[in-house]
């Protein structure tokens, strides 16, 4: 599925789109982006969002939300990528989470726009093709 036209939203934009104090830009934008129907989700965000719920009710509404979402999952191809991405921005003086590295394989194998809130991501922007917002 080639989706340029989405927009993946990072953990750290959901946290604020999801926080009543979180930060005003943020909001609007994953706001926007929900309203236009272009958010994707990936099983590493969802992962690192569930831990976040505070009762059951809340990670099975989160759950059900995020998974409603266009799902951009992790293939093989998306693992060799953060392999090589990892390896080659390391060589550069360039060191990131493993799992910051994971979501931007996904949205540069999926060619959409990531939205986040950390500063990882503009590290790694500045050495790839990841495009974000």
Same mark, same amino acid.
């Given at each position: 599925?080639? &989706? /340029?036209?989405? =927009?993946?939203?990072?953990?750290?934009?959901?946290i604020?789109?999801?926080r009543? /104090?979180? !930060?005003p *830009?943020?909001?609007?934008? =994953?706001? /926007?982006?929900?309203?236009?129907?272009? @958010? @994707?989700?990936?099983?590493?965000?969802?992962l690192?969002? @569930? *831990? *976040?719920? +505070?009762? +059951?009710?809340?990670?099975?509404?989160?759950?059900?939300?995020?998974?409603?979402? $266009?799902?951009? &999952?992790?293939?093989?191809?998306?693992?060799?990528?953060? %392999? !090589?991405? $990892?390896f080659?921005?390391?060589? +550069? *003086?360039? !060191? =990131?989470?493993?799992?910051?590295?994971?979501?931007?394989?996904?949205?540069? +194998?999926?060619?959409?726009?990531?939205? $986040?809130?950390?500063k990882? %991501?503009?590290?790694?922007?500045?050495?790839? !093709?990841?495009?974000?917002?």
């Amino acid at each position: 599925m080639m &989706s /340029n036209h989405l =927009v993946l939203i990072d953990t750290s934009a959901w946290i604020h789109a999801l926080r009543p /104090n979180g !930060s005003p *830009g943020i909001r609007e934008k =994953v706001r /926007n982006i929900l309203k236009e129907r272009i @958010a @994707a989700s990936t099983e590493m965000v969802i992962l690192e969002l @569930a *831990g *976040g719920a +505070k009762e +059951k009710r809340e990670y099975e509404e989160l759950l059900e939300d995020l998974l409603a979402l $266009h799902q951009l &999952s992790v293939d093989e191809e998306v693992w060799r990528l953060a %392999f !090589s991405l $990892h390896f080659e921005l390391r060589r +550069k *003086g360039v !060191s =990131v989470p493993s799992t910051d590295m994971l979501i931007a394989a996904v949205a540069m +194998k999926n060619k959409c726009v990531l939205l $986040h809130n950390d500063k990882h %991501f503009e590290l790694i922007a500045r050495h790839t !093709s990841l495009k974000l917002l």
